[in-house]
Each structure stands twice: as C-alpha cells, then as structure tokens.
C-alpha cells in the first residue's frame, strides 16, 4: 500500500525507553521499506513511562511518534474508549 506503519508497544513501568528501543524500531521500519516499497512509512511507539532525553532526540530526528500512557490514554477518551487499565 502507499503508506505502512512499524508500531511498538513499549509497557516498562519505573524508567524511560532509551535510544536502543528506537533504533530497532527504525531498523524494522528499513525492512519494511525495502521489502514493500510503500510511499510512506511511519514509525510509532507507546512507551508508558515516556522516553529519555537521548531518546526524544533521536525519535526527533528519524520522526518517530510516539505517545507516554498519559497521551495515549487521553486519545483512548477522546475516541470514546476506556483508558488502559492499572496493572
């Protein structure tokens, strides 16, 4: 298809998703183009505690979005769905 997206679910509970976790996203996100040659693909990942400084950066400069539990849950009633549960 003309877009594809690479997602990870990242639910780590008393530290931020450093830079390692992202470059594997951007790895899987190059197969993806290579493989499929869409016109587009975005690269996303939810990381509940948020991501370290190092990280924001580099999600910055390969634009990677990505979303804490506070943003995701927010989008979660803005659609009219629950919030994730507590674990």
Do not use: Y
Not at 5 to 14: I, R
Not at 20 to 25: A, D, M, N
Request: charged share 25%.
């Amino acid at each position: 298809g003309p877009e594809q997206w690479v997602c990870q679910s990242k639910w780590v509970t008393g530290r931020k998703i450093g830079t390692g976790v992202l470059r594997e996203l951007a790895a899987q996100a190059e197969i993806v183009r290579s493989d499929m040659d869409p016109r587009t693909v975005r690269m996303w990942i939810f990381a509940h505690n948020g991501l370290t400084g190092p990280a924001l950066d580099f999600a910055e400069k390969h634009g990677i979005l990505w979303s804490s539990r506070k943003e995701f849950d927010e989008l979660l009633i803005h659609l009219g769905l629950r919030p994730l549960p507590a674990l």
